[in-house]
Nanobody, 123 residues
């Protein structure tokens, strides 16, 4: 199971750190990722880290502002989000899969999903 936390209301330009605690899966052995879904839109990839080579990927819209990381000891995945913009408002989901995922942003290939946490960027 994956359980996200850390969402909330933040002003434009602010920061949030999302967490995703894993149980029953060892994140070190999985590809891990963050996705988001805004109202009326399809779920889209935000960032991921592959298991096999440790490569990380980011959507163009978040490059330089978001950072994916993990704490192996805590079996937890993080997404640090800085300089948030209103278009970042969405439900954010973490995902995991034991296989390499290509392309990383293909939501259909990811097997394990959390329940999501709401992020609202508004003044």
């Amino acid at each position: 199971q994956l359980a996200e936390s850390g969402g909330g209301l933040v002003q434009p330009g602010g920061s949030l750190r999302l967490s995703c605690a894993a149980s029953g899966v060892t994140l070190d052995n999985y590809a891990i990722g963050w996705f988001r879904q805004a109202p009326g839109k399809e779920r889209e990839g935000v960032s991921s880290r592959m298991r096999n080579n440790g490569d990380t990927y980011y959507a163009d819209s978040v490059k330089g502002r978001f950072t994916i990381s993990r704490d192996i000891a805590k079996n937890t995945l993080y997404l640090q989000m800085n300089n948030l913009k209103s278009e970042a408002t969405a439900v954010y989901y973490c995902a995991a899969d034991p296989r390499p995922i290509s392309p990383w942003y293909d939501v259909r290939q990811w097997h394990y999903w959390g329940q999501g946490t709401q992020v609202t960027v508004s003044s």
